[in-house]
């Protein structure tokens, strides 16, 4: 069975650009997670999406960050214009059943890199 | 606030030891709690899994216990190994999403 997939990888960029990040989720797990995780401490949620439905975004900073998951499948996240405070790691996870706290599987992560 | 905290942040022991790994949450009120591994520059792997109602789990080398009422879960691991170097964080979850801690990172040293 195939994890679940991020690219890319790594990412530098300048401040002010835009960038985005892919998601693929595992085969039909229809919970997925955006995370950000930063230097030495725990992800931290930036939306949770249950099929197609962004149905918990509290977390996301709207004024620069979007998010969209079209047909309830692969996902993107997006950034613009980065900021210098948003250079971390950005981890997608997925899950098969939602609300019950089922156990989360990662992607690798893509860090952000912005100078 | 929800709050997870772990201790130590760093630890590092000679092989064959066995050790603990300390997990404190705020606020009682859980579902379940997963104990996860992320190696460097990779993602997080499920280790064990509690819910709300167990006291513990056990997977090969790995023991997770739960005490809901003093808001504390230990991962256990014994005759710990080169290979088990990473850094394990706890995760809570409340009902609607996990509340992560900042983890402790190991060094099993040969």
């Known amino acids: 069975e195939a994890g679940v997939v991020q690219s890319p990888r790594y990412k530098i960029i300048e401040k002010k650009q835009p960038v985005a990040f892919w998601c693929n989720p595992i085969s039909g797990h229809n919970t997925l997670y955006w995370y950000l995780q930063n230097l030495g401490q725990g992800p931290e949620l930036l939306i949770r999406?249950?099929?197609?439905?962004?149905?918990?975004d509290s977390q996301l900073p709207k004024d620069r960050f979007s998010a969209e998951r079209l047909k309830g499948v692969d996902s993107t996240l997006k950034i613009q214009p980065a900021e210098l405070g948003d250079s971390a790691v950005y981890l997608c996870?997925?899950?098969?059943?939602?609300?019950?706290?089922?156990?989360?599987?990662f992607g690798p992560g893509t860090r952000l890199t912005v100078l | 606030k929800q709050e997870v905290t772990q201790i130590p942040a760093a630890l590092s022991v000679p092989e064959g030891e066995n050790l603990v790994l300390n997990c404190s949450f705020t606020?009682?009120?859980?579902?379940?709690l997963q104990w996860f591994r992320q190696d460097p520059g990779k993602g997080l792997t499920s280790l064990l899994l509690i819910q709300s109602s167990q006291r513990e789990q056990t997977s090969g080398r790995l023991n997770a216990s739960l005490d809901k009422s003093s808001g504390r879960s230990t991962l256990y691991i014994a005759a710990s190994q080169p290979g088990d170097s990473a850094t394990y964080l706890c995760a809570v979850y409340y009902g609607q999403n996990f509340v992560f801690g900042p983890g402790t990172r190991l060094s099993v040293l040969p």
């Open positions: 996870a997925s899950s098969s059943q939602a609300g019950v706290g089922d156990t989360q599987y």
């Open positions: 606020d009682s009120a859980i579902y379940n």
């Open positions: 999406y249950e099929n197609e439905e962004a149905v918990d």
